[in-house]
């Protein structure tokens, strides 16, 4: 890929890619760190250009297989357990009410609930997009999304009894 | 947990995905999405996360993409080099080894047999090495003497087909 086509590219999916990171480690500063490396990957692999969207869904699945990397660390506790944590403190009073709402209730699903939830309901990917992206079997997401849905669904009626004006 | 998606879930997951929720709704979609429990879901669940996704990108401090571009280049190239340097190391630890094998078989043929096929060399009468020699090598050095050029050739062997090996790549 050549400079200017690469920042095209760069320009319409960083910040979505930023955002993924950022709401699901709950560490913005990690976030950083692994957008850029997601880049780096996605230009070192030698990969025939099958247009912009198919590039999307490989640079989203490099910055999945990143953040599982990253929870796999021994550093870290738990792949289960540690961004909970990160994600209450990460909260600043810069981040807006969505962050009020979603970040907590975020932050009681398990990781691979929160990937699964980021990209099919802020990303839009469609159910065989999301298995190729985590690289869990397609026949499965639907079950794992639906599960998850109802979870973070209850969540945010628990923080919020009033409820949304639908 | 049952599994029970509604027939009516595709239409809203359209409007929402398109932006379009609750302007392009007709009143009937809208108060089925009140009242049933997957719809509901569905559009709390997209509309927080939508919101959230729209907030972090704003919020986002984005490297330049030039730099990356760069540096995305320059680790190519160091991985095609490390590609190509890696027959050459093979080929140098292979030379080594095959030297100090060489070494180590010379010198266990020698101890064994003393450097007696020395003596057996026909040598000029005038020509005589050994008066040139210090008294102290002459004696016992003299193995030492032999060695130092045998696994001084070797070593520059070695070093031939390192570089043949090299040029070649």
Not at chain 1, 44 to 52: I, K, L, Q, T, V
Not at chain 2, 103 to 128: I, Y
Request: with cysteine.
């Amino acid at each position: 890929m050549e400079n200017d086509a690469f920042a095209g590219f760069y320009e319409r999916s960083a910040r979505s890619l930023w955002a993924y990171l950022a709401r699901v480690s709950g560490d913005p500063a990690l976030a950083d760190d692994l957008a850029q490396e997601s880049y780096l990957r996605y230009l070192a692999a030698a990969r025939p250009d099958e247009g912009e969207v198919a590039g999307r869904r490989y640079l989203f699945r490099i910055a999945t297989n990143l953040l599982r990397d990253h929870w796999r660390r021994p550093r870290q506790a738990s792949i289960e357990e540690i961004p909970e944590a990160l994600l209450a403190a990460g909260a600043s009073s810069a981040q807006a009410d969505s962050q009020a709402v979603l970040g907590p209730a975020l932050a009681q699903l398990r990781p691979r609930d929160r990937q699964l939830l980021w990209l099919a309901y802020a990303e839009g990917y469609s159910h065989r997009e999301i298995a190729e992206v985590t690289g869990l079997a397609a026949a499965s997401i639907r079950l794992l999304l639906f599960r998850a849905r109802r979870k973070i669904a209850r969540l945010l009626r628990e923080q919020n009894p009033n409820g949304g004006e639908l | 947990m049952t599994f029970s998606p509604c027939s009516h879930e595709k239409e809203v997951a359209e409007l929402l995905a398109r932006g379009q929720w609750p302007q392009a709704c007709t009143p009937e979609l809208r108060a089925h999405a009140r009242a049933c429990r997957s719809c509901g879901e569905l559009v709390t669940v997209t509309l927080a996360f939508q919101s959230a996704r729209a907030q972090a990108a704003s919020a986002a401090k984005l490297a330049a993409p030039g730099a990356l571009w760069w540096r995305a280049q320059l680790r190519r190239r160091n991985a095609a080099v490390e590609r190509v340097g890696r027959p050459i190391l093979g080929a140098q630890i292979f030379a080594l080894c095959v030297c100090i094998f060489a070494a180590a078989a010379l010198l266990v043929s020698q101890a064994r047999h003393g450097l007696h096929w020395l003596a057996q060399l026909p040598q000029p009468l005038s020509l005589h090495l050994d008066a040139l020699w210090p008294s102290a090598l002459s004696s016992s050095g003299t193995g030492l003497l032999v060695l130092i050029p045998v696994l001084a050739t070797l070593a520059l062997l070695g070093g031939v087909v390192v570089y043949l090996a090299s040029a070649k790549q």
